[in-house]
């Protein structure tokens, strides 16, 4: 059971936006930035968003992230299916003293 | 550009232990906290472990607590994973990743897998 909750899969059509949630509590996300990861099968994963909305170098702004309260959220528009991948959300918790990811949560590309 | 190399990983029996290593390079390795990172087969990520840069303070997961031990040496450039009392639930790819100065896993190994069975 994981600290921080995401949906276990979302689909959508190519071209067209999909929303990843990510729920946590008051001493992990309402109180730390929230990071996202891809992971492609049989790599690693990769930065996507880190300080809850902002973007590495390279990463095209089609993935942009949000924290509101407890939850925050992972948003891909004109999706490809090369953004076939697992998701996860990660931060840290303050009271655990411990880093913390959501389960992950599979994209398909229909 | 920064790599991160682990090694280490194989077959141990139960109770038994291990080291891992991960070797970085493109950084400058003392400045940054870095951590241990692990995926079970089939799994999601699960974080283990972290170091700061100096190495004077560690944190771990309650999973691994008093069984594993993190270090590293900057002199090196290199991270460690000291693994002790082994069990069947610690099989997983071990992931080294260099944590950003706000937040964020920023930089990934490719990972080295652990097995442990009899």
């Known amino acids: 059971q994981s600290v921080l909750t995401q949906p276990p899969s979302v689909s959508a059509a190519p071209g067209q936006k999909v929303t990843i949630s990510c729920s946590g509590s008051?001493?992990?996300?309402?109180?730390?930035?929230v990071s996202w990861y891809q992971q492609l099968p049989g790599t690693a994963p990769k930065l996507l968003i880190y300080d809850n909305n902002k973007r590495p170098s390279g990463i095209p702004d089609r993935f942009s992230g949000s924290k509101s309260g407890t939850s925050a959220t992972l948003g891909i528009t004109g999706l490809q299916t090369g953004d076939e991948a697992d998701y996860y959300c990660?931060?840290?918790?303050?009271?655990?003293?411990?880093?913390?990811f959501g389960g992950g949560t599979k994209l398909t590309v229909l | 550009e920064v790599q991160l190399l682990e090694s280490g990983g194989g077959l141990v029996q139960p109770g038994g232990s291990l080291r891992l290593s991960c070797a970085a390079s493109g950084l400058t390795f003392s400045t940054y906290a870095m951590s241990w990172v692990r995926q079970a087969p089939g799994k999601g990520l699960e974080w283990v472990s972290v170091?700061?840069?100096?190495?004077?303070?560690?944190y771990y997961a309650d999973s691994v607590k008093g069984r594993f031990t993190i270090s590293r040496d900057n002199s090196k450039n290199t991270l460690y994973l000291q693994m002790h009392s082994l069990r069947a639930e610690d099989t997983a790819v071990y992931h080294c990743?260099?944590?950003?100065?706000?937040?964020?896993?920023?930089?990934w190994g490719q990972g080295t897998l652990v097995t442990v069975s009899s």
């Open positions: 990660g931060t840290w918790d303050t009271s655990l003293s411990v880093g913390v």
């Open positions: 170091i700061s840069g100096s190495g004077s303070r560690t």
């Open positions: 990743a260099k944590d950003g100065k706000t937040s964020g896993w920023w930089d």
């Open positions: 008051s001493s992990n996300i309402g109180n730390n930035y």
